[in-house]
């Protein structure tokens, strides 16, 4: 069994997003996502639910045409069908992000 931490080693990249997936068990994948700041919004319309935390830094989104601001800590349901947007991140902001399928 390893013990892994979500903020080791964040290495940012100059621009867009990194996925790394931690696990990937029957019908759920989790992903850790490191967002540059720099990267342009981006919409996703999944068919599947995902459950997300900003573990650090901050973020502002839509869900559903809503508006909604995050900061660490905070967690969000985000429905299969739904679109989502992500407008902007702070620099390094660390995501923990469950997709069900």
């Given at each position: 069994m390893n013990s892994?931490?979500?903020l080791?080693?964040?290495q940012t990249?100059?621009?867009g997003e990194q996925?790394?997936?931690l696990l990937k068990?029957?019908?759920v994948t989790i992903e850790r996502i490191?967002?540059?700041?720099?990267?342009p919004s981006a919409k996703y319309l999944q068919d599947h639910d995902e459950w997300v935390m900003l573990v650090s830094g901050e973020a502002e989104m839509t869900l559903g045409g809503q508006p909604i601001s995050l900061k660490a800590g905070d967690t969000l349901?985000?429905?299969g069908g739904v679109e989502?947007?992500?407008l902007r991140t702070s620099v390094g902001a660390v995501w923990l992000a469950v997709h069900v399928k």
């Open positions: 892994k931490s979500v080791a080693n964040p990249s100059q621009s996925f790394d997936t068990h029957k019908n490191i967002s540059s700041g720099n990267q349901h985000l429905p989502h947007e992500v």
